[in-house]
């Protein structure tokens, strides 16, 4: 019994070794994984007018997605050099391109999410209300994934053109 | 018979665990390639190397929250841990969680909670819904979690069990917790999909389904199974009096064949669903005098059937509205020979007897979500259900009839919630609701405190009462046995009341690493008016079964689960949870393990598209209802899934890999209140996408 459960440990060393030198499947933490998101969905996106000076990506408040994001300082996006900007109010992101929003509050929320309707910031939000409120995309903790919902709708109404491939892998479009 | 010792068990399984050691050992650190250099397809599948405090989840106060700001802990198994695991059934997926456990009889699962299965009970001190709806039915208020849920597995995309009790918010039968089973859109299968599946029992499973999402958004789901198990080889009934060499008599006598649909459509706010399942299953011969009646035309039959629409939407600046509404029918249909000196001594005799109980209801919830004042948010809600047919018969095939009753009801229930963040650090909750009925009001609040002192650990205080009305079928059988006028049926003539419970509930959440988090909670309950049998006997002999209000339940226990997270993908979960629950005399309930202990592991395997699932269930012995024990088990399992190409799926599952020897306490049936359960089995299974 022994021996046979040696020998099955050794094939399965073996097992576990061999896709480790082949490339495993790798996870990341998931505020590095938001930030990637949206860099992604920011180059998926196509913006009424094409940036003029800098690629805004903007933060509200503080929050370690800008953390991941300022890792693409140098890089540009819409043929623009990106800048990731952290913002306090409303009023100072209406120079956003990509506005993220974490706010717990469902009404300072949707005060944000109504103040920019209709301007042609795309408004990126990690908080559980923030589909209801209408922001055009939101992240969805999964126990071992993230994901992400789309609010169509509110993306064209504010000028907004968002790529086939984003749609494909939302979860859910409305 | 071949006895095999529990540490024997723990050998076996033993023979797996090397893999975890050689996991641990042989890890690469994560991959050095910055994840902002990934691709959008590469992000969605990339998994997370720490567990998340803040999962989405939507049963535990009714809305959209972060898991962290629900009052209790709450349990997520997601469609691909249904695919790592191998899980069968409902009961597969909920027997993996802390605190519950499940019982079979042949017949059915039954689900077990906190220390409370008690055999012979129909699951009606917990809520199960589909897709927020209540899936307990009007007649006996059963759900019930083996294959006669009425939606493929296949077809889930998550599942929430929240611990504790949900009456404040959703009334009768949120007794002990609430599970919530979330299908699948049509866009999680993007095209045709068909599934067969191969098991040990002769167990064939078909599946075609067809799932897309269209420009505008629009999604839909069709999916069709069949389900077709020819029953154990060994027959499960040898100590019910079957002669030594007569055992082919009763093979296959426990086959199931289940059938079912499912459909959903949904645009923007609105949702349409319906399904539809029929599922019959075999019965053990029928004893006499010591001896076995194998008989083929015994069957029960289940039939549920469903259709509802959903409306979800922000209506004005600071109001959302939920609409629900839902027609549903639910059918038992029983045929029971029976065989005995019926009527001359000494001459054997058959009766077939029929029992068809079928309920139609309609139902409705409507929400309205208010956050206009800072920091709080207000809901308020009204549920009700008109079971406008509720028919129970029982007669004799060419026979007399017993009981034909025919009965319509309904039930209605009002509540109110407030969620307040005071601080971002504090979140208190309160709900409290109103229900009303012919088997009697009852109102339950709830209050939660939920605080975060420390970005590692959150602290979860709850009390709460939770309630449970006696069924339709525990009212009538009572009321027919008292012999009072069947014209209504009510508190006032069958002096039933509802159960109650009250609990208190310590949770935390803490992170021990970064990547390992643990999970506890620490409960006590009271529970007043338990709803027993009583049995009688009439001066001829006859026994009847009766219901009634017997005393006090008091228990306790805990729920505890690590979770921790290797680089490449490998998850580990242990948990533990320890109940003990007793009456005024300090009795404990049958079929309540003391002790449970649950180890689960997912590793990429061979390839990154190859996984691995071992599971390990370890339950101490049980009491049956005459006063006996069943050992302790632990029972392994392991599965191996991946895809042969983008197009092709595969798994293959080994269950209970140690082939332990167990038994379930069951509801005495014939003298035995035990039945064995399901040695070493296998099952492949190969899913193709078009």
């Known amino acids: 019994m022994w021996r046979r459960s040696k020998l099955l440990s050794r094939l399965a060393a073996l097992a576990f070794v061999l896709p480790a030198a082949a490339g495993w499947p790798d996870t990341a933490d998931e505020d590095e994984l938001k930030a990637a998101y949206i860099y992604r969905f920011a180059q998926f996106t196509t913006w009424p007018d094409s940036p003029a000076g800098e690629f805004n990506f903007c933060i509200q408040g503080d929050h370690a997605v800008g953390d991941g994001l300022r890792k693409l300082q140098g890089k540009t996006v819409q043929n623009a050099p990106v800048s990731v900007v952290r913002v306090d109010s409303v009023e100072a992101a209406n120079a956003c391109h990509v506005l993220f929003l ?58 907004l053109f968002l790529s086939s491939q984003m749609l494909k892998l939302a979860q859910e479009v409305r | 018979m071949r006895e095999r010792g529990i540490f024997l068990q723990a050998r076996l399984i033993a023979g797996c665990w090397p893999l975890i050691a050689a996991l641990a050992g042989s890890l690469p650190p994560a991959i050095a390639g910055d994840v902002m250099d990934r691709s959008l397809e590469e992000l969605a599948e990339m998994g997370l190397s720490a567990p998340p405090a803040n999962v989405e989840v939507s049963t535990a106060a009714k809305f959209q929250q972060s898991a962290a700001r629900a009052p209790t802990p709450v349990y997520v198994v997601t469609a691909d841990d249904i695919r790592t695991f191998g899980y069968r059934t409902l009961g597969d997926i909920l027997r993996a969680l802390p605190g519950l456990y499940v019982t079979d009889d042949r017949r059915y699962q039954y689900l077990g909670i906190r220390g409370f299965g008690l055999p012979g009970d129909y699951n009606t001190r917990v809520l199960i819904l589909l897709d927020g709806e209540r899936v307990n039915e009007a007649i006996f208020d059963n759900a019930l979690v083996g294959t006669v849920f009425p939606v493929d597995i296949d077809l889930i995309e998550r599942v929430e069990y929240v611990p504790g009790p949900g009456s404040a918010i959703y ?61 154990a080889k060994r027959p499960y009934y040898r100590d019910w009096g079957v002669p030594a060499g007569d055992e082919d008599s009763v093979l296959g006598l426990d086959y199931e064949v289940v059938e079912s649909a499912f459909a959903k459509w949904s645009y923007g706010p609105f949702t349409l669903q319906g399904g539809h399942l029929d599922r019959v ?126 009965y319509r009801y309904s039930r209605y229930g009002f509540y109110l919630q407030d969620e307040f963040r005071p601080l971002d650090s504090l979140t208190l909750l309160a709900e409290a609701r109103y229900d009303t009925g012919p088997f009697g009001d009852s109102t339950n609040p709830r209050l939660g405190l939920i605080w975060h002192p420390r970005d590692a650990t959150t602290i979860k205080l709850l009390y709460g009462t939770a309630f449970r009305a006696p069924s339709l079928f525990e009212n009538l059988t009572t009321a027919f046995l008292f012999g009072q006028p069947a014209t209504a049926i009510d508190v006032e003539n069958t002096g039933l009341r509802p159960e109650e419970i009250e609990t208190f509930q310590l949770g935390l959440e803490h992170y021990l690493t970064p990547a390992t988090r643990l999970t506890a909670a620490l409960y006590r309950y009271r529970m007043e008016g338990l709803l027993g049998q009583g049995i009688s006997v009439d001066d001829r002999g006859n026994v009847d079964t009766y219901f009634v209000n017997i005393g006090e339940v008091t228990g306790q226990g805990l729920e505890a689960e690590a979770e921790t997270r290797f680089g490449g993908g490998v998850r580990a ?53 005459l006063n006996r024990t069943t050992p302790d088990q632990l029972v392994g399992n392991l599965t191996i899934s991946g895809e042969m190409s983008e197009n092709v799926g595969v798994s293959f599952g080994l269950y209970n890999i140690g082939d332990a020897q167990y038994a379930d306490p069951v509801n005495p049936i014939a003298g035995a209140d035990t039945i064995e359960q399901d040695g070493f089995n296998v099952r492949f299974k190969l899913n193709v996408g078009f």
């Open chain 1, 102 to 159: 974490h706010f717990d509050q469902p009404k300072e929320l949707a005060g944000w999410i109504a103040a920019l309707r209709s301007r042609p910031v795309l408004v990126v939000s990690d908080s559980p209300a923030a589909f209801q409120e209408k922001a055009m995309i939101v992240f969805a903790m999964e126990p071992n994934r993230v994901t992400f919902r789309i609010n169509l709708t509110a993306a064209r109404d504010s000028g």
């Open chain 2, 171 to 231: 009334g009768s039968n949120a007794f002990f917790g609430v599970i919530n089973v979330i299908t699948k859109r049509g866009h999680a299968l993007s095209g045709v999909e068909l599934s067969g599946e191969y098991g040990s029992f002769d167990t064939y499973k078909a599946r075609a389904s067809f799932g897309r999402r269209f420009d505008n958004g629009a999604d839909l789901l069709l999916s069709a199974t069949r389900y077709d198990r020819g029953g």
């Open chain 2, 281 to 406: 299953t075999g019965l053990p011969p029928f004893v006499f005098d010591g001896r076995a009646f194998p008989d083929r035309e015994g069957k029960i039959e289940n039939r549920r059937t469903f259709l509802t629409a959903r409306y979800d939407d922000k209506v004005a600046p600071d109001w959302g509205l939920q609409l629900r509404f839902g027609y549903n029918r639910d059918g038992y249909f029983g045929t029971f020979p029976y065989y005995g000196e019926f009527f001359a001594p000494g001459v054997i005799d058959r009766v077939v007897g029929k029992e068809e109980v079928e309920a139609d209801w309609w139902g409705g919830e409507i929400r309205l979500t208010n956050t206009s004042f800072d920091r709080h948010r207000l809901t308020m809600g009204a549920e009700w259900q008109n079971t406008f047919r509720a028919r129970t018969q029982v007669y004799f095939k060419d026979g007399p009839t017993l009981l034909d009753f025919p």
């Open chain 2, 573 to 625: 979960n242990l948990s533990y949870s320890h109940q003990h629950s007793q009456d005024e005399q300090g009795r404990r309930p049958p079929n309540s393990p003391e002790h449970m202990l649950k180890f689960r592991l997912s590793a990429p395997f061979w390839s990154e598209r190859w996984r691995l699932g071992l599971e390990a269930l370890y339950l101490s012995e049980r009491d049956t209802w």
